[in-house]
């Protein structure tokens, strides 16, 4: 299957201070990438479309400035979440699509906030 | 109502054993319908994938979708320990502002017993 990759793959921040996430497609192009975020026992929860070229599509009730995403490349989308503060502990994994239907994940980013 | 329901389970099966998992939905535009293997604490991995109404067969598994009944179902022949997983079920439409975005089950967390 396709390869997505996530880096960091956990990182732990002091409240206030911005993290960065990458999220790479390894061996196709994506124009569309996904972002997620999951809470334990919980199913995943889309924050935003990543448009390579293009401003970021945010989903009702996630905040664009807190989250900024941007798609540089066709093989690149970073997450910043800005001013982390712990309500943002989460689990955050992006996706490719490498088929107009068909997505592929990566293995997540666990961010913990102090 | 949620768009996609999905029993969280948890279910416990001998080893061996058919499991079925299922989901149904009520957004009559869904088009492509997967199901994802997640193991705790990584991103979901894409194990079988559908368009329309059918059957779909890959080794152990099984994919059912009946679009007349809005129910789609997941089978998984001679389970084994390493299945003990939470299994996803997604879906989404045929394009538009649906384009690629994915609507996810709750997930059902399985564990299969030697």
Same mark, same amino acid.
């Given at each position: 299957?396709?390869?997505?990759?996530?880096?960091?793959?956990?990182?732990?921040?002091?409240? #206030?201070?911005?993290? !960065?996430?990458? $999220? *790479?497609?390894?061996? +196709?192009?994506?124009?569309?990438? +996904?972002?997620? %975020?999951?809470?334990?026992?919980?199913?995943?929860?889309?924050?935003?479309?990543?448009?390579? #070229?293009? @401003? /970021?599509?945010?989903?009702?009730?996630?905040? @664009?400035?807190?989250?900024?995403?941007?798609?540089?490349?066709?093989?690149?989308?970073?997450?910043?979440?800005?001013? /982390?503060?712990?309500?943002?502990?989460? +689990?955050?994994? $992006?996706?490719?699509?490498? %088929?107009?239907?068909?997505?592929?994940?990566?293995?997540?980013?666990?961010?913990?906030?102090? | 109502? !949620?768009e996609?329901?999905?029993?969280?389970?948890?279910?416990?099966?001998?080893?061996? /054993?058919?499991?079925?998992?299922?989901?149904?939905?009520?957004?009559?535009a869904?088009?492509?319908?997967?199901?994802?293997?997640?193991?705790? *604490? @990584? #991103?979901?991995?894409?194990?079988?994938?559908?368009?329309?109404s059918?059957? !779909?067969?890959?080794? *152990? +598994?099984?994919?059912?979708?009946?679009?007349?009944?809005?129910?789609?179902?997941?089978?998984? *022949?001679?389970s084994?320990?390493?299945?003990?997983a939470?299994?996803?079920?997604?879906?989404?439409?045929?394009?538009?502002?649906?384009?690629?975005?994915?609507?996810?089950?709750?997930?059902?967390?399985?564990?299969?017993?030697?």
């Open positions: 299957g396709a390869v997505v990759s996530q880096h960091p793959s956990w990182v732990i921040c002091k409240s #206030g201070t911005s993290v !960065k996430i990458e $999220c *790479r497609s390894l061996d +196709f192009q994506a124009t569309t990438m +996904f972002w997620y %975020r999951q809470f334990p026992k919980q199913s995943l929860m889309l924050m935003a479309t990543s448009n390579e #070229g293009s @401003k /970021a599509t945010y989903e009702q009730g996630v905040e @664009k400035d807190k989250f900024l995403i941007n798609h540089a490349s066709l093989t690149l989308s970073t997450l910043t979440v800005t001013s /982390a503060h712990p309500e943002d502990s989460s +689990f955050y994994i $992006c996706s490719a699509n490498r %088929r107009k239907e068909t997505q592929y994940f990566g293995p997540g980013t666990r961010l913990l906030v102090l | 109502q !949620k996609v329901e999905q029993d969280p389970g948890p279910l416990s099966v001998p080893e061996g /054993a058919i499991v079925s998992l299922n989901c149904t939905y009520s957004n009559s869904f088009q492509y319908f997967m199901w994802y293997r997640q193991y705790s *604490r @990584k #991103g979901p991995e894409l194990l079988m994938y559908t368009y329309s059918g059957n !779909k067969e890959d080794g *152990r +598994f099984t994919a059912q979708v009946d679009k007349s009944s809005k129910y789609i179902s997941l089978f998984i *022949r001679d084994q320990p390493s299945d003990s939470t299994y996803l079920c997604a879906m989404s439409g045929a394009g538009g502002t649906s384009y690629g975005k994915l609507t996810f089950g709750q997930g059902t967390i399985l564990t299969v017993h030697p």
